[in-house]
């Protein structure tokens, strides 16, 4: 399959171009598109074939469902059927934004989009590409994040295509995403609401709105969303969080090849030939981190140690991945 590419303006898409991808989609063809948070691998909700494909694709474990992107909430009820007021504040609020909500999923979503759950995951995005394209298609398109499954989620079309070249029929490239991480999973089936997957959206922001939500130990969390087991956003190289440039003058020491990612550290305090530094904001750190994390893997370092990021904010979604990397 040759992987087609339109470039168009993130802001004011060009009908044409989203018209080609509602064909594609409605053809049971994938079709990769930006969001606010990360590109997304979208297929139609309601067709199985499409959706094992999009499986195959990201080579993409059977037990890790999917998120429905819809265009607005009144379509949520296509999806879920009980929807509790806390998810009508929640969305009311932040719709469109980087917020999924897990709410009861009605029987007629296929199972394979909710990996054999009871629920379904469901989010409106914030980006004019994304929802023109989702609102002109009109039934829901799910839509994990556009990477190999394991590898850090992409954040432009040149990683979409480092990943998934030749298996997707069509890439919409609007440029870099805004936030460069996933979204906030928030499971409201339950109350207090639990958070299944910190993100672009801070538990400040939900509290503010909803009162207290809590947080899930491991055991619950593999209950409410198997899939998170899976290793996330590994790259090839191993990833470690630091604290101090003696910690990577040690490592260093080891003989491993190193790259260093670093956004306050004294650059003339360690040696490394592969480094990146960012932003110390740690939005622009967020924006920017799963590419320096992509840049140096492809360097072929044997270890890529991050400078850790104060866990205020979106701080707490970027340590939460940076864990995962770990593991
Ligand atoms: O920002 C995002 O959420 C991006 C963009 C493309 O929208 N999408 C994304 O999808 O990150 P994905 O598939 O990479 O991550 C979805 C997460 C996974 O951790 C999955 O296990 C969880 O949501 N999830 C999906 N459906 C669920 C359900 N019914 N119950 C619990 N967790 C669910
Ligand atoms: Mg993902």
């Not at 004011?12 to 018209?19: M, V």
């Not at 469901?122 to 556009?146: C, T």
């Not at 440029?175 to 538990?203: A, F, H, K, N």
């Amino acid at each position: 399959m040759t992987t087609k590419v339109i470039k168009l303006s993130p802001k004011n898409p060009d009908p044409k171009a989203i018209a080609n991808a509602v064909d594609v989609l409605k053809s049971g063809g994938l079709v990769c598109f930006p969001t606010e948070t990360v590109y997304g691998l979208g297929a139609d909700s309601f067709n199985v074939p499409a959706i094992q494909r999009l499986f195959e694709a990201k080579q993409r474990p059977s037990d890790n469902p999917l998120i429905v992107h819809v265009g607005d909430f009144r379509e949520v009820s296509l999806f879920a059927g009980d929807i509790p007021p806390k998810a009508k504040t929640l969305a009311g609020q932040f719709w469109p934004g980087p917020l999924t909500l897990v709410l009861q999923g009605k029987e007629t979503v296929p199972d394979i989009v909710r990996a054999g759950l009871r629920t379904v995951a469901l989010r409106v995005p914030n980006h004019a590409v994304a929802l023109a394209l989702i609102r002109e298609f009109g039934s829901g398109v799910v839509a994990p994040s556009a990477n190999l499954s394991g590898r850090p989620s992409p954040t432009t079309a040149a990683h979409v295509l480092d990943d998934l070249r030749g298996k997707v029929d069509l890439i919409l490239d609007a440029g870099s995403t805004e936030i460069g991480i996933e979204s906030t999973v928030l499971d409201v089936t339950v109350d207090p609401p639990v958070i299944l997957r910190e993100g672009g959206l801070t538990r400040e922001q939900i509290e503010q709105m909803i009162g207290p939500v809590r947080s899930t130990d491991s055991m619950e969390l593999l209950k409410r969303s198997p899939g998170t087991r899976h290793r996330h956003y590994a790259p090839r190289a191993k990833l470690m969080i630091v604290g101090s440039t003696m910690e990577i003058e040690s490592i260093a020491k080891s003989g491993k090849k190193i790259g260093v990612i670093f956004h306050s550290f004294e650059p003339s305090s360690f040696e490394a030939k592969n480094a990146r530094k960012l932003s110390a904001d740690v939005k622009k750190f967020a924006h920017d981190i799963f590419d320096a994390i992509r840049e140096l893997d492809e360097k072929g370092v044997d270890v890529i140690l991050v400078e850790q990021v104060k866990e205020r904010g979106i701080g707490v979604a970027v340590m939460q991945r940076l864990r995962k990397g770990e593991e």
